[in-house]
């Protein structure tokens, strides 16, 4: 299976491609499955500010384009969380 398990959306700081766009630049590429992990990181201002998206406007426009596309390709949806120790708390 050709696929790609950590992609960066227009939600990240470090993208600026929709999620449209990026799903079919991986079906031009002929991958199978692809998985978005955009950034969630509370308090890490490394590259400017922290990354925190919207989870609720992040499903909203996700889960209709893996309906839309999948016939073309399996997507998935999932985060890269990024913790700093002291933040553990707010998680659990």
């Not at 299976?1 to 079906?27: K, N, Q, T, W, Y």
């Not at 499903?59 to 999932?78: A, H, N, S, T």
Request: glycine residues 6%; hydrophobic residues 35%.
């Amino acid at each position: 299976m050709r696929a790609d398990v950590h992609m960066h959306s227009a939600f990240s700081s470090d993208s600026d491609s929709s999620p449209e766009e990026m799903i079919l630049g991986a079906i031009d590429k002929g991958l199978e499955m692809i998985c978005f992990t955009d950034h969630y990181d509370k308090d890490n201002t490394d590259w400017g500010p922290e990354d925190i998206f919207d989870p609720e406007e992040y499903f909203r426009i996700l889960v209709p384009l893996q309906e839309k596309y999948k016939d073309r390709i399996e997507i998935r949806i999932g985060a890269e969380i990024g913790l700093q120790p002291y933040l553990a708390p707010i998680l659990y």
